[in-house]
């Protein structure tokens, strides 16, 4: 059973406040509303981005947001992660890091993100302290839960051997993505064929015209700029989330218009990117936009 779906649409709110600019292929047909400003509670709050929350080591993207509805950028914040114990019991700290912000491709907007290691299923609270532009005192708090296993394959596991279409299959590229301007590299070979190989492999899911977030564009460019710095030490795949791009019309298609690669992989969202070892097992894995830098260093860490 597919369990691709489309993010809440009050997080897509969220999604495009934090990215003001849209995909450049193409925006996303479903036009979503703002979210609105919040009149009463807190001066700030955090949005989790990322769904796919696991027991272990995590890469956890998060926005921060202002009473009006509008993201606050700074270069780091602190995070401490909060275990939630049932009924009304204090939370306790379990771990803490620092928070990278990540700025987008274009615009001055982006998100914060980091790593944390989540020794219990459950509901956690995130406690975020950082300082405004204005050098205020910033503090924000969001939640999550983290289950048993994600959703997506874990780290360590074998990357499904998904059978996808290349450029050879089809009569032109426009078949099987929806980029304005592909880069052939990205359709040379099937994820299967990639696999075995026997180099590293980075695989981007992507659609870039029916991109609920907007990211989905430069999250394939970015690929193709990675691609250009490592040449063949490892295989770099972009994989189209919809089946037939070039017939679709319109409005995001349905979810049963995605390809089997989709449910191979049990993706909830996009674009997601994966990192494979030159065993094919997963080495690094990133839910929504990913910079070229956190990309490069996950291949250095393999060579």
């Given at each position: 059973?597919?369990?691709?779906?489309?993010?809440?649409?009050?997080?897509?709110?969220?999604?495009?406040?934090?990215?003001?600019?849209?995909?450049?292929?193409?925006?996303?047909?479903?036009?979503?509303?703002?979210?609105?400003?919040?009149?009463?509670?807190?001066?700030?709050?955090?949005?989790?981005?990322?769904?796919?929350?696991?027991?272990?080591?995590?890469?956890?993207?998060?926005?921060?947001?202002?009473?009006?509805?509008?993201?606050?950028?700074?270069?780091?914040?602190?995070?401490?992660?909060?275990?939630?114990?049932?009924?009304?019991?204090?939370?306790?700290?379990?771990?803490?890091?620092?928070?990278?912000?990540?700025?987008?491709?274009?615009?001055?907007?982006?998100?914060?993100?980091?790593?944390?290691?989540?020794?219990?299923?459950?509901?956690?609270?995130?406690?975020v302290s950082t300082t405004g532009p204005d050098g205020s005192s910033v503090l924000a708090q969001g939640a999550l839960q983290i289950k048993e296993k994600s959703d997506t394959p874990?780290?360590?596991?074998?990357?499904?051997?998904?059978?996808?279409?290349?450029?050879?299959?089809?009569?032109?590229?426009?078949?099987?993505?929806?980029?304005?301007?592909?880069?052939?590299?990205?359709?040379?070979?099937?994820?299967?064929?990639?696999?075995?190989?026997?180099?590293?492999?980075?695989?981007?899911?992507?659609?870039?015209?029916?991109?609920?977030?907007?990211?989905?564009?430069?999250?394939?460019?970015?690929?193709?700029?990675?691609?250009?710095?490592?040449?063949?030490?490892?295989?770099?795949?972009?994989?189209?989330?919809?089946?037939?791009?070039?017939?679709i019309q319109g409005s995001r298609p349905p979810a049963d218009s995605t390809v089997p690669s989709v449910e191979e992989w049990n993706l909830p969202t996009e674009p997601w990117t994966?990192?494979?070892?030159?065993?094919?097992?997963?080495?690094?894995?990133?839910?929504?936009?990913?910079?070229?830098?956190?990309?490069?260093?996950?291949?250095?860490?393999?060579?």
């Amino acid at each position: 059973m597919r369990i691709f779906r489309l993010l809440p649409y009050r997080m897509l709110g969220v999604l495009l406040l934090l990215l003001t600019w849209a995909c450049s292929a193409a925006p996303t047909a479903t036009p979503i509303p703002a979210v609105p400003p919040v009149q009463n509670g807190p001066d700030y709050g955090v949005i989790v981005i990322t769904t796919d929350l696991a027991l272990g080591m995590n890469r956890v993207v998060f926005g921060i947001m202002d009473r009006s509805g509008m993201p606050v950028r700074s270069q780091q914040a602190q995070v401490r992660a909060m275990l939630l114990p049932p009924g009304d019991a204090p939370g306790v700290q379990r771990a803490s890091a620092v928070a990278e912000f990540k700025q987008w491709p274009a615009g001055p907007q982006g998100v914060f993100s980091t790593n944390l290691d989540f020794d219990t299923v459950g509901f956690w609270q995130l406690y975020v302290s950082t300082t405004g532009p204005d050098g205020s005192s910033v503090l924000a708090q969001g939640a999550l839960q983290i289950k048993e296993k994600s959703d997506t394959p874990s780290l360590g596991d074998p990357a499904p051997t998904s059978v996808t279409l290349t450029g050879s299959d089809v009569e032109d590229l426009t078949h099987i993505t929806s980029s304005t301007q592909p880069d052939p590299d990205l359709y040379r070979l099937s994820v299967d064929q990639a696999l075995a190989d026997g180099k590293p492999l980075v695989v981007v899911f992507a659609t870039p015209a029916f991109c609920v977030s907007a990211t989905c564009g430069p999250q394939v460019e970015v690929l193709s700029a990675v691609k250009d710095k490592f040449g063949d030490k490892a295989n770099f795949i972009h994989v189209e989330v919809f089946k037939d791009p070039h017939l679709i019309q319109g409005s995001r298609p349905p979810a049963d218009s995605t390809v089997p690669s989709v449910e191979e992989w049990n993706l909830p969202t996009e674009p997601w990117t994966f990192v494979m070892d030159n065993e094919g097992k997963i080495s690094a894995k990133f839910e929504q936009f990913t910079t070229e830098e956190e990309i490069e260093a996950a291949l250095n860490e393999l060579f």
